[in-house]
C-alpha cells in the first residue's frame, strides 16, 4: 500500500508473488476491504445471521475458511486466491459446516 504524499489517497496496490504489479484479477488479496465485507454481509443477511456474531479479519488467507470461535461467532477469513463474486458463492456452504448443522 502506498499514500499518495499530500493527496491523503491511500492507494493499494496488488502484486504477483515475485513482486511485480498485476491486475487484480490475478492477484492475491493482500487486504480485506469494505468490497469484500458488503459480500459476506450479502450472504449472511440472507441467511439471517446478525452482523454482530461475525468476526471478519481484514488479513485474507489461502485458503478462505469460517470457523465458529469459542464466543460463538463465525470467523470468516476471506479467500486471498480468489476473486470475492466467486468465493462468495461456497459461503453457505462453508457457515453450514462451521455451524455444524
Known amino acids: 500500500m502506498f499514500r499518495n504524499q499530500g493527496s491523503g489517497v491511500l492507494l493499494i496496490v496488488y502484486q504477483r508473488q515475485g513482486g511485480s504489479p498485476c491486475p487484480r484479477s490475478t492477484a492475491m488479496l493482500e487486504v480485506v476491504t469494505l468490497k469484500e ?43 486471498a486466491a480468489r476473486p470475492i463474486e466467486e468465493w462468495v458463492k461456497e459461503l453457505p456452504k462453508l457457515i453450514t459446516a462451521a455451524q455444524g448443522t
Not at 465485507?37 to 488479513?59: C, K, Q, S, Y
Open 37 to 79: 465485507i458488503d459480500a459476506i454481509f450479502a450472504v449472511t443477511d440472507a441467511l439471517g445471521i446478525h452482523r454482530e456474531m461475525l468476526v471478519i479479519p481484514l488479513g485474507p488467507a489461502s485458503p478462505g475458511r469460517v470457523r465458529r470461535l469459542p464466543s460463538g461467532k463465525l470467523e470468516i477469513i476471506v479467500d
